[in-house]
């Protein structure tokens, strides 16, 4: 019995099939078979999988024209024969001889659908960055088994991480619910993993780095954001978007796309993608299928995207300055008695300060700036404090500014305070 099918998309990796393929042979589970999807490769990386192939004669190597990595793993899940499928990507590798082995252990001993695991981050781009691909820290209820969809609504703003390399998935469930990658698009797995999450009965998280994430020049991750970068995205946002779901899934799928259009705006104006007409007009459309207008954030980037076609829509316009301003007057920065600590002095910290500034004037209440380390830093022509120095001031809250670090932020204040502050999150809890 074939208890794990890896399946391995190749397009010109050649330098590092070999560290792949020797982590996934040296498994501890043996009854495993390994599929090598060449997915049109034009370097050396056919007659590198060969070579490996003479070491590891078990190996499946199958060819196909350029097709993307979905299409690729899609080739090799109608192939597979393993109770379970596991992705691997062939720049990377599993850095633990066992984790094969312990997720099938956890899935066969849960009936699990879906084990979910972290990754450790190496490569010559890391440079000590954030890790989103270990979540220990944040997901609450590990080794815990529950609902696809359980598992979103608890923990999606914490820990959104749709990486197939990080999921050991039973086939059946994949088969019986008619789940593929959507091919020749980028960010292909956002789409399926909001599909499994949705339709998985039984999921787990395991607290354990089993992959080893490469951060290189040339891959798809840190290629540069053009045109069908934008295009795919817009694409894959657009069809999470339509899932058929209801209830808090719904609302939470939701909120994904339109975090997502947020980014995708920033990029393509960092990129300078609007200068093509097209893509003004797809951005465009796709927001008015996927935003709304009653929270401010929905409201702005309709507004953004209307502005960046041509659009002049003066009732949008309105909506989304109303929005503004109810999200604005919450924040009790007219109130000269307040006292209000800000946690984090990044970009969306001076947006906010802008925005309000432009809609009310200025700012009344008193103001503490805050950072983790601040090491003698000025904001705003006042000095900022550590965190550590607040527990004197007495704010009636504290507003944590940062849309990627403010799970952990959160988790430093609570950790040396408790309960003793109110916390609001600008981005996570306001949607700013």
Avoid: W
């Avoid at 998309?9 to 498994?27: G, H, K, M, R």
């Avoid at 720049?91 to 009936?111: H, T």
């Amino acid at each position: 019995m074939i208890k794990t099918s890896v399946i391995v998309p190749v397009y010109n990796t050649q330098a590092y099939l070999e560290e792949c393929f020797d982590s996934i042979f040296a498994q501890t589970q043996k009854e495993i078979e390994v599929i090598a999807v060449n997915d049109g490769s034009t370097d050396d990386s056919l007659s590198v999988l060969e070579k490996i192939k003479e070491r590891y004669p078990e190996l499946q190597i199958i060819n196909q024209k350029n097709q993307g990595p979905g299409q690729a793993r899609n080739t090799g899940m109608k192939l597979a024969k393993g109770e379970y499928i596991y992705f691997c990507d062939s720049d990377d590798f599993l850095c633990n001889c066992n984790a094969l082995e312990r997720c099938y252990q956890y899935a066969a001993k849960n009936g699990l659908d879906v084990v979910m695991f972290d990754a450790e981050i190496c490569g010559d781009l890391y440079g000590g960055k954030k890790n989103f691909y270990d979540r220990k820290d944040i997901i609450e209820t590990p080794y815990e088994p529950m609902s696809g969809e359980a598992f979103i609504i608890n923990n999606f703003r914490k820990a959104f991480c749709p990486s197939p390399d990080l999921i050991y998935i039973r086939a059946e469930f994949l088969s019986e619910q008619d789940i593929y990658f959507k091919k020749n698009v980028y960010y292909e797995d956002n789409l399926f993993y909001g599909m499994l999450m949705l339709h998985a009965k039984r999921v787990m998280y395991l607290p354990e780095r089993y992959y080893g994430r490469r951060y290189r020049q040339d891959s798809i991750m840190t290629s540069v954001f053009d045109k069908r970068h934008l295009q795919d995205a817009l694409v894959v946002f657009e069809a999470m978007n339509e899932l058929e779901c209801g209830g808090e899934i719904k609302k939470i799928y939701q909120e994904i796309a339109v975090d997502n259009m947020k980014a995708l705006l920033e990029l393509a104006m960092q990129n300078n993608l609007f200068e093509d007409k097209d893509n003004a007009k797809k951005i465009y459309e796709v927001a008015r299928t996927v935003c709304g207008r009653e929270s401010y954030r929905e409201s702005d980037i309709l507004y953004q995207s209307a502005r960046i076609y041509g659009k002049e829509d003066r009732d949008l316009e309105n909506i989304r300055n109303d929005n503004l301003k109810m999200l604005l007057s919450k924040l009790m920065f007219d109130s000269g008695d307040a006292v209000i600590g800000i946690y984090g002095i990044g970009k969306e910290a001076q947006r906010l300060f802008r925005e309000y500034e432009k809609v009310f004037g200025s700012i009344k209440a008193k103001l503490i700036y805050i950072m983790s380390n601040p090491e003698n830093r000025v904001f705003r022509n006042q000095k900022v404090i550590g965190i550590s120095e607040i527990a004197e001031q007495e704010p009636e809250y504290i507003l944590i500014t940062s849309a990627s670090y403010e799970q952990e932020m959160e988790k430093t204040v609570t950790g040396l305070y408790g309960d003793q502050f109110k916390l609001v999150k600008l981005c996570g809890d306001l949607r700013f």
